[in-house]
Nanobody, 126 residues
Framework: QVQLVESGGGLVQAGDSLRLSCAAS????????MGWFRQAPGKEREFVAA??????????YYADSVKGRFTISRDNAKNTVSLQMNGLKPDDTAAYYC?????????????????WGQGTQVTVSS
């Protein structure tokens, strides 16, 4: 079992930055695919970013809406994954969820992930 706990959310103004962190426990997730998803009120959950693992290296994936503004990274020594969010917009307002998966065929597909955190709220005011 993998437990995931997100932190770093908050209320910021448009243009500000936030850094979300996801701490994993129970198992080392260095070889897991890790993803960030978000869900705004009244909307479906959507993919934000992911970082995969393979013997040849890591690959990062981003939704078009955040590409160039958000950066996903992992710290294997701390068993964490982070999401640096720059240039935040009101449309980024949502609950952000961290996810982990051992065998992820499509990093943008939520059903690929077996473990989820409880989420952290990000609110961006205009």
């Amino acid at each position: 079992q993998v437990q995931l706990v997100e932190s770093g959310g908050g209320l910021v103004q448009a243009g500000d930055s936030l850094r979300l962190s996801c701490a994993a426990s129970g198992r080392t997730v260095s070889s897991y695919a890790m993803g960030w998803f978000r869900q705004a009120p009244g909307k479906e959950r959507e993919f934000v970013a992911a970082i995969s693992w393979s013997w040849s290296g890591e690959t990062t994936y981003y939704a078009d809406s955040v590409k160039g503004r958000f950066t996903i990274s992992r710290d294997n020594a701390k068993n964490t994954v982070s999401l640096q969010m720059n240039g935040l917009k009101p449309d980024d307002t949502a609950a952000y969820y961290c996810a982990a998966g051992r065998s992820v065929s499509d990093p943008s597909w939520g059903a690929s992930y077996g473990y989820w955190g409880q989420g952290t709220q990000v609110t961006v005011s205009s």
